[in-house]
């Protein structure tokens, strides 16, 4: 598991993120597929535990919706919005990019996601600054009526824009589903 060393945003899932950007995303073989899909706006609701600094703290429950929009081929705008059971909350916008692929008949994808936001911290964990940088990857599966199930780790940190920057992860659960 990644964690945060409280010295800095750990940054690994923020350049895989824009690492992810790159390739074109396009592969077939005899029994592997791999593109970026074209899809329109999708509605996912998440919901996991919350973890800082290898210790559960609660949970966190996740609305994020993703435009079918892209920029660059590749970027989905996203809006996302979190609440925790300590009554902590994070709002951020930023982007979202996913691979499908297939492997024999089973339909795959992974997600990458990044998003700059404010944190209002309630009863739940001090992170050092309300500007916290969000970063995720997620893989899950991708069912025949369009909707996806997925597990889903991400890190937020303020990439030490403040003195402390402990940093906290999320473990989710996801379901997404196509809004057309």
């Known amino acids: 598991m990644i964690v945060a060393d409280g010295g800095g945003m750990d940054g690994r899932l923020a350049a895989l993120f824009w690492l992810m ?6 592969a077939d ?6 593109h970026r899909p074209d899809e329109g706006d999708r509605l996912a609701l998440s919901s996991g535990v919350i ?16 435009y079918g929009d892209q920029l660059f081929e590749r970027l989905h705008p996203m809006i996302d919005l979190s609440v925790t ?5 994070w709002i951020g916008v930023g982007f979202y990019q996913q691979i499908d692929f297939s492997i024999d ?3 795959l994808f992974a997600g990458f996601s990044f998003a700059p936001g404010i944190y209002m911290q309630g009863d739940e964990v001090e992170l050092g600054h309300p500007v916290e940088f969000r970063s995720g990857v997620e893989l899950g599966w991708k069912a025949p009526n369009d909707w996806q199930f997925s597990l889903l780790y991400d890190h937020r940190s303020n ?19 196509p809004i057309r």
């Open 21 to 26: 950007s790159l390739p074109s995303g396009e």
């Open 105 to 107: 008949d089973l339909d």
């Open 29 to 34: 073989g005899n029994r592997f597929e791999m």
């Open 51 to 66: 973890m800082h600094q290898e210790e559960a703290r609660g949970w966190e429950t996740r609305l994020t919706y993703i």
């Open 159 to 177: 990439a030490s824009l403040g003195e402390d920057n402990p940093g906290m992860e999320t473990i989710q659960f996801r379901v997404s589903k």
């Open 85 to 89: 059971s300590r009554g902590g909350a």
